[in-house]
């Protein structure tokens, strides 16, 4: 994390330039990136437990107990919608707040 005011080198090599040179930056910049860590594993396990659950019924796996398969379009639009949930939650953070 290099401060606004700092040296040329310093913002060059650092992750994270604040522009202000107000240390209260920080504690905001570590709670943005708390939320974000926080939204990333929201999504991951969203996704993973979708795939868990979604893809052996999309391939059949109650077919031999029900005679039920699931419709491609059907399994289209599920994909869909769970690619949407993901994004609408990552864009959430854009309403973030310190």
């Not at 700092?6 to 107000?22: H, N, P, Q, Y």
């Not at 796996?61 to 399994?75: T, V, Y």
């Not at 769970?82 to 864009?91: D, E, G, I, N, R």
């Amino acid at each position: 994390v290099a401060l606004g005011a700092g040296t040329e080198i310093a913002m060059d090599c650092a992750g994270v330039v604040l522009t202000r040179s107000s240390l209260e930056d920080v504690v905001r910049l570590l709670a943005l990136s708390r939320a974000t860590f926080l939204r990333i594993r929201l999504n991951f396990v969203w996704a993973f437990v979708y795939n868990i659950v979604a893809i052996p019924v999309a391939a059949g796996l109650l077919f031999p107990w029900s005679q039920w398969q699931l419709p491609p379009i059907a399994a289209g639009v599920a994909m869909t919608c769970s690619s949407l949930t993901v994004l609408a939650c990552s864009l959430s953070l854009r309403l973030w707040r310190l």
